[in-house]
């Protein structure tokens, strides 16, 4: 039996929690975006995922992720580490867990598990306000089940994407804490449900402005603390690639503030504290892929570029008309497409600024539009097979009153006017 590091134990476990804490950070920044009718629903969508996705990991989706007999390199075999089976064994004595590098199994599925819920939870905020609670927690545990397990495996469990796949023969795929795995995976999701699902009742003719910005930059400063465990954590090391991907991350929210409110500066007139929230997760967004292969002066410019293509991003919902309520696709798709992308520009090893060949740059670019078009076709599957069996919206009387009351029987604030119209659904 492998010994156990318990440095690095420690570390790893301090990691998984704040990877933890960005869920409910989340929810506290979606929270805050919505109007104050929907705002329990919105918190409920991702307390609602952590609750599936806790369930399903532990039963099958660390196998799915990481299994060894890998399914044609897409996801691993669902069977062989059924509800953790190898990972520890019980003995007349307690309990003998599996080592790998000093590390124990279970410490790495908890850490695991905490990925797979902030992914689908970022999904929630391109459908506010119109939503069904139990078509939702249906989604989430198929589409964790088709979509994430496997991309998660392609990427990090040896299969198609990974540097064991048919493209590292052009170049090692970079993916350092989760561009494809989930940034790109959920921004996809999030434009074929707003598709899908369509627009709010008023989407473009009524003003729909965040009900509490406090909550929002609460919500980014959680995000942002939670951050360091899902980017200085995936170095499965106290050391000082940890160190360089704390700084990276750092550097790069830092940078997309600025990107962010010079944009918003230029184009509105003002620098918003929404701009800001919205900055600090378009930087952490792109600097996830590429935490560990940029310097910090590298950071600087990701996070920049990433701040201002968001900033203009999140407009395009109203130029094509579909409704992407809190920005996933203008944030995480977008900046997460440019970190993963951008390695190929400024990584020291292979980056062509560097001076290294188009090879690094191009497999990046494959890896991408390979998690696009994996993602986006699941998704829309799983998607119209909701809607055509249970259907995806709540009626226009409780979306114009707000969900909370529907769907959840509380309200965050009194509403009279919604409180009857609850009660007339009653009826």
Same mark, same amino acid.
């Not at 939503?131 to 545990?141: M, N, Q, R």
């Not at 701040?307 to 977008?334: E, I, R």
């Given at each position: 039996?492998?010994?156990?590091? !318990?440095?690095?134990?420690?570390?790893?476990?301090?990691?998984?929690?704040?990877?933890?804490?960005?869920?409910?950070?989340?929810?506290?920044?979606?929270?805050?975006?919505?109007?104050?009718?929907?705002?329990?629903?919105?918190?409920?969508?991702?307390?609602?995922?952590?609750?599936?996705?806790?369930?399903?990991?532990?039963?099958?989706?660390?196998?799915?992720?990481?299994?060894?007999?890998?399914?044609?390199?897409?996801?691993?075999?669902?069977?062989?580490?059924?509800?953790?089976?190898?990972? $520890?064994?019980?003995?007349?004595?307690?309990?003998?867990?599996?080592?790998?590098?000093?590390?124990?199994?279970?410490?790495?599925?908890?850490?695991?598990?905490?990925?797979?819920?902030?992914?689908?939870?970022?999904?929630?905020?391109?459908?506010?306000?119109?939503?069904?609670?139990?078509?939702? #927690?249906?989604?989430?545990?198929?589409?964790?089940?088709?979509?994430?397990?496997?991309?998660?495996?392609?990427?990090?469990?040896?299969?198609?994407? !990974?540097?064991?796949?048919?493209?590292?023969?052009?170049?090692?795929?970079?993916?350092?804490?989760?561009?494809?795995?989930?940034?790109?995976?959920?921004?996809?999701?999030?434009?074929?449900?707003?598709?899908?699902?369509?627009?709010?009742?008023?989407?473009?003719?009524?003003?729909?402005?965040? /009900?509490?910005?406090? $909550?929002?930059? #609460?919500?980014?400063? +959680?995000?942002?603390?939670?951050?360091?465990?899902?980017?200085?954590?995936?170095?499965?090391?106290?050391?000082?690639?940890?160190?360089?991907?704390?700084?990276?991350?750092?550097?790069?929210?830092?940078?997309?503030?600025?990107?962010?409110?010079?944009?918003?500066?230029?184009?509105?007139? /003002?620098?918003?504290?929404?701009?800001?929230?919205?900055?600090?997760?378009?930087? #952490?967004?792109?600097?996830?892929?590429?935490?560990?292969? @940029?310097?910090?002066?590298?950071?600087?410019? +990701?996070? +920049?570029?990433?701040?201002?293509?968001?900033?203009?991003?999140?407009?395009?919902?109203?130029?094509?008309?579909?409704?992407? !309520? @809190?920005?996933?696709?203008?944030?995480?798709?977008?900046?997460?497409?440019?970190?993963?992308?951008?390695?190929? #520009? $400024?990584?020291?090893?292979?980056?062509?600024?560097?001076?290294?060949?188009?090879?690094?740059?191009?497999?990046?670019?494959?890896?991408?539009?390979?998690?696009?078009?994996?993602?986006?076709?699941?998704?829309?599957?799983?998607?119209?097979?909701?809607?055509?069996?249970?259907?995806?919206?709540?009626?226009?009387?409780?979306?114009?009153?707000?969900?909370?009351?529907?769907?959840?029987?509380?309200?965050?604030?009194?509403?009279?006017?919604?409180?009857?119209? $609850?009660?007339?659904?009653?009826?």
């Amino acid at each position: 039996m492998t010994a156990i590091d !318990s440095g690095l134990t420690a570390w790893m476990l301090i990691s998984a929690s704040l990877v933890l804490l960005m869920t409910p950070g989340l929810a506290f920044f979606y929270g805050g975006m919505v109007r104050g009718k929907s705002v329990l629903n919105m918190l409920m969508m991702s307390f609602g995922a952590m609750a599936v996705i806790g369930l399903l990991y532990v039963l099958y989706g660390w196998s799915m992720s990481y299994s060894t007999e890998s399914i044609g390199g897409i996801f691993g075999n669902p069977f062989e580490q059924w509800g953790l089976s190898g990972v $520890f064994t019980s003995t007349e004595t307690g309990f003998e867990f599996a080592v790998s590098d000093g590390l124990p199994t279970i410490v790495d599925v908890g850490f695991q598990v905490t990925f797979a819920m902030i992914t689908v939870a970022l999904i929630t905020g391109a459908l506010a306000d119109r939503v069904k609670f139990g078509a939702w #927690l249906i989604f989430a545990g198929v589409w964790v089940t088709l979509a994430y397990f496997p991309l998660a495996h392609m990427v990090w469990g040896g299969g198609l994407l !990974s540097g064991d796949g048919p493209f590292a023969s052009i170049a090692e795929p970079v993916d350092f804490a989760g561009g494809t795995v989930v940034h790109i995976n959920a921004g996809v999701a999030a434009l074929i449900l707003a598709l899908v699902i369509g627009k709010r009742r008023g989407f473009g003719k009524e003003p729909m402005r965040p /009900h509490n910005l406090p $909550f929002v930059m #609460l919500g980014a400063g +959680l995000l942002w603390f939670g951050w360091f465990g899902f980017n200085a954590g995936s170095a499965y090391a106290a050391d000082g690639m940890a160190g360089l991907a704390w700084v990276n991350t750092t550097t790069a929210a830092a940078a997309a503030i600025g990107g962010w409110l010079i944009t918003e500066k230029i184009r509105d007139g /003002h620098a918003t504290s929404l701009g800001a929230a919205s900055g600090i997760v378009a930087g #952490l967004v792109a600097i996830t892929p590429a935490a560990g292969s @940029l310097t910090p002066v590298g950071s600087i410019a +990701l996070g +920049l570029i990433a701040g201002v293509l968001s900033a203009l991003a999140v407009g395009l919902k109203y130029k094509f008309g579909y409704d992407d !309520s @809190l920005d996933v696709v203008g944030v995480h798709l977008v900046s997460g497409l440019w970190g993963t992308i951008a390695i190929g #520009l $400024f990584a020291v090893d292979g980056g062509i600024l560097y001076g290294s060949n188009p090879k690094l740059l191009l497999v990046q670019i494959i890896i991408a539009a390979v998690a696009v078009a994996f993602s986006a076709i699941v998704t829309y599957i799983v998607a119209i097979a909701i809607k055509k069996t249970i259907g995806w919206r709540v009626s226009e009387a409780v979306e114009i009153a707000g969900i909370d009351l529907s769907e959840h029987g509380e309200s965050a604030y009194e509403s009279l006017g919604a409180q009857r119209v $609850f009660a007339e659904e009653k009826k």
